[in-house]
């Protein structure tokens, strides 16, 4: 079992989802982490998938990307089948009025499914399943773009946000990123994610301009990935790697 999702509650805990470590047909399970390190399994799930797709939204409830369906956590921990039919949900993430948006890896679609459950494509390209692997999802801070990392070729891209919660043309941002299969975006633009090879915390600028902001810091494969805030550990980051979670201080190399 590994965990390979993290989420910040407004609660000042983190939120792990985790599974087997073939990640394919497993069990799954969320743990709430207190700020001392202290785990504790809240809910079981059964998933076709688990990967790092795990988001709350302000009322605490938690939101999962399992493969083929996404689920959705109430607070008390009910567990409910939000939408399914995907082929490979791997990440998600929640805007600030509750819609949903997910990257299916083997489908190379992102999908939004709207507070009101409407679900819609936004991207799609059109492509055999393989051949463009979605990874990770972010929004900037303002939630103005929205990001996404395109795992079988190593860019990253850049999708303005518009009215009405459409899309607009994609920039590249990066045309040979590193493997960050989960990733975040601070207040200035630059993104943050763990190397999967390398183990170390990179940072990729506006401009697309690549640099470890680590050295021997000896992650072992990352995939889950969140910044800190500016009340919970500013200037860290939070990874979850094959031995568990893993705080980084990202202001002393």
Not at 90 to 100: E, S
Not at 140 to 155: G, I, M
Not at 182 to 198: K, L, P, Q, Y
Request: net charge negative; glycine share 14%; proline share 4%.
């Amino acid at each position: 079992m590994r965990l390979f999702g993290i989420a910040i509650g407004s609660d000042r805990s983190l939120y792990a989802v985790g599974g087997d470590s073939a990640a394919v047909g497993v069990d799954g399970y969320v743990s709430k982490v207190s700020i001392a390190g202290k785990e504790e399994r809240i809910v079981a799930f059964k998933s076709s998938f688990v990967g790092p797709g795990i988001d709350l939204d302000a009322q605490g409830n938690l939101f999962l990307a399992g493969g083929d369906r996404i689920f959705r956590i109430a607070a008390d921990g009910g567990v409910e089948v939000l939408a399914s039919g995907f082929r490979g949900a791997f990440d998600l993430k929640l805007d600030p009025k509750g819609n949903l948006y997910i990257a299916d890896h083997r489908e190379g679609k992102i999908y939004r499914i709207a507070h009101s459950r409407e679900e819609t494509v936004l991207v799609d390209y059109h492509l055999s399943p393989g051949e463009f692997i979605l990874g990770g999802l972010a929004f900037d801070q303002n939630y103005s773009h929205l990001y996404a990392y395109e795992a079988a070729k190593r860019t990253l891209w850049r999708y303005p946000m518009n009215a009405g919660g459409t899309v607009g043309a994609p920039e590249l941002v990066a045309a040979s990123a590193p493997p960050i299969f989960s990733f975040a975006v601070d207040e200035e633009g630059n993104i943050f994610g763990a190397d999967f090879d390398m183990g170390e915390v990179v940072k990729i600028d506006s401009h697309g301009k690549v640099t470890y902001v680590t050295e021997h810091c000896g992650l072992k494969h990352p995939i889950g990935f969140r910044l800190g805030n500016a009340s919970f550990f500013p200037g860290t980051a939070f990874v979850a790697d094959d031995e568990g979670i893993k705080q980084v201080n990202l202001t002393e190399r």
